[in-house]
């Protein structure tokens, strides 16, 4: 019978110990409702939880025999946007949120996309400094991003 995860714990807020094995996902990957997963052990399971969320680096996908599945983030191709200061940095990133593009905020100021092709030259003509390679890429989840709190995801479209 297929092992089924029903709940998530936030990194950091389950017991370690329990750990039974890791699935490493993408950022796309790690947005899910109902999937079956293999883990990185090679063992089959069904995520199976009540609605959609955003999975973080570290989180418990907790299976119904108490143990746990710990996610990883998967390495990916990304862009690093570095600028020469808050105002040019503030400049590039309004414009990639405009263009509703997830960003990930890196601790040295610099600014993580997907690496992507116009997006990149866009940046390099504001005057970021660019390096592609590969990475875990975690965005902002956004003011309205649920996590499976209660909160609620709020999405809208218009045209620009």
Request: aromatic residues 4%; proline residues 5%.
């Amino acid at each position: 019978m297929l092992a089924r995860a029903t709940t998530v714990a936030s990194a950091n807020e389950w017991p370690i110990e329990r750990q039974c094995a890791t699935v490493t996902l993408d950022y796309d990957g790690r947005h899910r409702r109902r999937i079956r997963l293999t883990t990185d052990e090679g063992k089959a399971f069904l995520l199976d939880l009540p609605q959609a969320v955003r999975l973080g680096e570290g989180d418990g996908l907790v299976l119904e025999d108490g143990g746990y599945v710990r996610v990883v983030a998967a390495e990916e191709p990304v862009a690093d946007l570095s600028c020469h200061g808050p105002s040019e940095t503030a400049r590039i990133a309004w414009h990639i949120g405009n263009r509703h593009i997830p960003i990930q905020v890196l601790a040295d100021g610099a600014l993580r996309i997907r690496d992507d092709h116009v997006i990149v030259e866009m940046a390099r003509q504001l005057g970021a400094q660019v390096h592609r390679h590969q990475a875990p890429f975690s965005p902002e989840p956004g003011a309205y991003a649920s996590r499976g709190d209660g909160h609620h995801d709020h999405t809208h479209a218009h045209e620009h």
